[in-house]
Structures are given as C-alpha cells and as structure tokens.
C-alpha cells in the first residue's frame, strides 16, 4: 500500500519471498503525489498512523499497539511480551519509528540515502533498490574476524544499518536517532540472593507461563530438543500443557558423538514422542549457499546450514515450535563456571597485602598470565570476554592484506560501550555482554532466518520479559552456585527439574553444532575445503593473504592445528561475497 502524510510518502508491502513475513517499506520526503498535487494528510482508514508487525505479540494485537504508541511512543512496547521487529508511521508528524524486542528475535535494517529511507527486516528487500549499495563495509571487516559477527547498528553493508536489539530508531526531517527502549533490569553490586528454593519455585512458575504464552491452542507443535535443560525444562511444561507435543532433534548421520540419545532419553522420560532428523554430511555442501542466501550476511556459524535442512524437514509436518535459545544467556549457562573459576585466581590476588599485589599483577602481565593480572569487579570488559575469538590482531594479520583494516583494537572499541551499560556484579556484567552480542547476533539470527526460510516460526520462553526481568534481576550467585565440590550453572532452573529428570541429565554438559563440522573438514569435506579456499583465494576484490589462508589449510588437514572455526568464518564470509556479486547483477 501506500501512505501519503504532507511531503513524505511511504510504500509499505508484503514479501515476495515464499514463506516469509516480512515488514518493509520505503519513505522518501520532499515528494508530491502526481495524482494529488500539494496533498496535506492523507489518513488510510480513518487513521493517523501505520504500524506493521514481524513477529508474533502476545496478549495484544498490532491495532492495539499502534493506539498506545500514538499516545505514549516507545513507552508503549514496555507491556508488549511477544518476539517482533515493527515499524511505526506517524502522519501527524512525518516520523517513521523502526523498533526490535529486547534481545532482536526478528531482524530489522534500513538505509538512508538524501531524502530516501527504506526498511525491511530481510537484506535482500533492501539490495533490490538501485539506490543501495552492495559494497561491503571493510572498515568492519575486522569486528567480523573477531566475533564472527558484527554488532548493531552496523552491518557489513556499507548503506546498511541494522536496528539494535531493545533500541527504537527515530527517522524525520531532522535526522537520525536510536535509543534504548529496554531497560535490562540488572541487579546492583551487593544485591542478596533470593532463597534457594523461592528462586526454584519462581523460576519454575515463570517458565510454565512463558510456555503457556507461546503455545498455539491447537495444530501441531512441537520443541527443539537438544537432551539439555533448557529444551528439558520446555518440553516437560509443554507436555503438561499439550500432551501432544512431539520433540524433535537434529543429529549429523556420520556423527560418532551425537546427543540424540539424550534427548531421547530425555523425552522418554516426560513421556513425550519424539522424533530424530539425520543430516547427511554430504547435504551440506549444497546448502552453505543457500543458507547463505536467506541469511543475507556471512552465516555466524556453519550450524546455520544444519539448521536450515533441521528445518526444512520439521516444516513438513508443523509451523510452530519452540527453541531453548538464550538459557546461557539469561541463566548463566555454557562457559560461565570457567569465566568464574578465571575469576576466583583474580580474586586470590586481591587477597594479597596491597605492596604486593600491584607487583604480583605487574609480573602476571608479563608472563601472559592476564586472569591474575586484572581486578575482578571488571574482569569482563578488561578480558574482553564478549561472544567467540576467532582471530586475534596478530591472526587478522596474517589473513587480511590491507594492513589498514586490521584494527588491533577492535574488541575493546566493541565492548566497553557495552560493559559501561550496566552496573551490576562481574558475572553478570559479562551475561550482559552475551546478551546483547552473541545471543542477537549469533544464535537468534541464525535460528530466526533459517526457520522464516523454512516457513517455519519458533518462539522462545526463556526470552519471556517476565523471566528474564525475574533473572536479571539477581546477583549472579542466585544462577552459579558451589554445591560441595561443584558449582552448578543454571542453579534455579536445575533445582526446580529435580526429580523429573534423571540426575544424569541434569548434570550433562552441552556440546555445540559446529564441533563435528570442524572434524568434517578434516574427513570427508576435505575436498570441500580445499574447492572453498581457492575461491577465496582467487579473491577478484583483494582481501586475503593468498598465503596465510592456504597457510591455515595445510595446518588444519594435517591436523597441525584446529583451524576450523578461522577457516569456517572465511569460508562463509566468501560465500556470502559471491551473493552480494549476483544480488548486484540481478538488478
């Protein structure tokens, strides 16, 4: 449709992409309509604004949405529990609002040019206009090496900005402007901790309500199960709501340590059917392009493409499902009891008479030894602890050739804005960090586009606002606790999942997707391998060094080295390359 306010006008229209929702929509001001000369506001309906909606809300519709922002602006997404990204057009006033969720479950982006602005929550609705570029951003080009990703607002497009995770972006005649909406609600510095079994128990309660919140009230539904326990504790409050639900899990078919056998384990246990989809490796191979295609940037991780055929074959039998992301982030997962343990040798130094402390830090430094060297209230930020480390400044150096891009510096520029946000205790401190990097940039983004590829929708309970403000809102030592000789993560959730999981579950660690993948390259996508890196090193825009990516190929197939996490991040930076070059041609 288009909308006509004064001298601006906005197209807003529905995707042409099969199976994906998608929001988009391009103003441009100092426009007159040919067939309305001089036309003041034009109202569609009766009404004074336009709101669209990705995602799905709960407990309100998007009529109801747009009422309460025409009163109260952003204010108004503060009781709004629901996985979106919206767009929000004020005839009144000639302001366009672009706004994500908290943690960005769907995506949004938009580009400026003069007195144009379009938007669209997929890249490619955005590469289909003439006036934006496909032009890479390099200035960005180190962020990726390093995280695997870049951070919002910015992207790896040089006309394209992504709208943050919780942030509102105010477009009008004036300018630009982007604010945070969300309030994270961290607990401060010395905040006690709940009682053990209350925390259980609220925990517990809130779960069974953010499930509640998620499932549809009939057709078929089903949980992505991983054997762990955050899709345990998912599928045992589905299962008691619809006792239908079928668990589903993903497995490589030539993957000798598959968790398959958990999550059946798991699922059998509840009393719920579940399913296994095996993944030939060979399929893989001619899906990395196109999960490449409906990411629109470089895949974070090749787990994307697994995820992508995981999808494809759940869509056949139910569109709705719910996932486990953000249980690490949110309750203190995967790698925070060693990011602890980094901390208690910090704290032992504390410990030291203050003469003899600075020169045991001084020594620490020296050595290389840096979790003895930096003070723990800012162990995060001063240890740059913030999604994966891919390639370290001397790393970058041996891969990128434009010495220019390396930015040595690039981890602390990305970070510190984001430790400063919050003041509250270390280990929250850095769960705040994932939460607002790996999470929406990584595991979210990926999940979001795979599945809106697939045409199918997942939802998140443990990214309900009710139970993250209720976890956010303790000190790290109500999710991390010593319990005799172990520290346990996750420790309300876990607690309130005693006795209805085998102990042996409860305590599994969890392995990630990407790990076979990197066994793979070694194995049977050796010729993989090697056809992907001459790609990148015919390198027609210059980028690499010829010489240390092949470098970092013989070392990974003579197993010198685990190269495949560096050697994944260039493989799929250069597949994503290849798209942008047909996106271009085909305009």
């Avoid at 006033?93 to 995506?107: C, K, Q, V």
């Avoid at 890249?123 to 960005?140: C, F, I, K, N, Q």
């Avoid at 972006?169 to 004036?174: K, T, Y």
């Avoid at 003899?356 to 290389?368: F, H, I, M, P």
Wanted: charged fraction near 25%; aromatic fraction near 6%; glycine fraction near 8%.
């Amino acid at each position: 449709m288009s909308l006509i306010a004064g001298n601006l006008r906005l197209q807003a229209s529905s995707s042409t992409v099969e199976d994906t929702s998608l929001l988009c929509g391009v103003a441009r001001s100092r426009w007159e309509d040919p067939e309305h000369p001089g036309a003041g506001v034009l109202r569609a309906k009766d009404r004074e604004s336009w709101l669209g909606v990705d995602g799905t809300l709960y407990g309100s519709d998007p009529d109801q949405l747009r009422s309460a922002w025409d009163q109260q602006g952003p204010a108004s997404m503060t009781r709004v529990h629901g996985e979106f990204a919206l767009a929000h057009w004020d005839f009144r006033t000639g302001t366009l609002w672009l706004a994500r969720d908290p943690f960005g479950t769907r995506p949004l982006f938009w580009s400026r040019e003069g007195d144009r602005v379009a938007f669209c929550s997929e890249l490619r609705g955005l590469l289909a206009l003439p006036w934006v570029s496909t032009e890479p951003a390099l200035d960005h080009l180190a962020e990726y090496l390093s995280f695997r990703y870049v951070h919002a607002p910015a992207t790896l497009l040089r006309d394209v900005q992504a709208v943050p995770p919780g942030h509102v972006v105010r477009i009008d005649a004036s300018g630009t402007r982007i604010q945070r909406w969300w309030d994270p609600g961290w607990s401060r510095p010395g905040t006690p901790p709940p009682d053990p079994d209350q925390a259980a128990e609220q925990v517990d309660q809130a779960m069974r309500r953010a499930v509640h919140r998620r499932l549809p009230a009939d057709g078929p539904v089903g949980v992505l199960a991983s054997g762990g326990l955050d899709s345990s504790a998912i599928l045992f409050h589905a299962r008691e709501l619809r006792p239908d639900i079928v668990a589903s899990t993903v497995a490589l078919a030539d993957d000798p340590a598959s968790e398959s056998p958990f999550a059946a384990r798991a699922a059998t246990v509840l009393g719920v059917r579940h399913e296994i989809i095996r993944i030939g490796t060979e399929e893989l191979v001619g899906a990395v392009d196109r999960a490449t295609l409906a990411m629109g940037q470089p895949l974070p991780s090749p787990a994307a493409v697994i995820q992508l055929l995981f999808f494809e074959h759940l869509r056949v039998h139910r569109r709705i499902v719910l996932g486990g992301d953000g249980g690490d982030e949110v309750l203190g997962g995967r790698g925070i009891e060693q990011i602890a343990q980094r901390m208690r040798r910090s704290r032992a130094v504390g410990r030291v008479p203050r003469p003899a402390r600075g020169v045991l830090r001084a020594l620490a430094r020296r050595a290389g030894a840096r979790d003895f060297a930096v003070p723990p209230d800012h162990f995060g930020a001063d240890r740059l602890i913030g999604g994966s480390r891919v390639f370290k400044a001397h790393e970058r150096v041996e891969v990128i050739r434009d010495i220019g891009l390396i930015r040595p510096g690039i981890r602390r520029t990305v970070l510190d804005p984001i430790y400063q946000e919050v003041d509250t205790d270390p280990l929250n401190q850095v769960l705040h960090a994932w939460q607002r990097g790996w999470l929406p940039e990584d595991s979210l983004a990926r999940a979001e586009r795979m599945s809106s590829r697939a045409g199918l929708e997942i939802r998140y309970p443990l990214l309900d606002r009710e139970l993250v403000a209720l976890c956010n809102g303790w000190p790290s030592s109500a999710k991390l606790r010593r319990i005799g000789a172990r520290t346990a993560t996750k420790a309300p959730l876990r607690q309130a999942m005693q006795g209805r999981l085998p102990q042996r579950l409860l305590d599994r660690p969890k392995r990630s997707l990407p790990q076979p993948l990197d066994r793979w390259l070694r194995t049977g996508g050796a010729v993989f391998l090697r056809e992907r890196a001459e790609r990148i090193c015919a390198d027609p825009a210059g980028t690499w060094n010829v010489a240390g990516v092949r470098r970092l190929v013989e070392d990974h197939l003579e197993r010198r080295a685990n190269h495949g996490l560096k050697l994944w991040t260039l493989i799929l930076y250069d597949a994503w390359r290849a798209s942008l070059s047909e996106a271009g041609a085909d305009r």
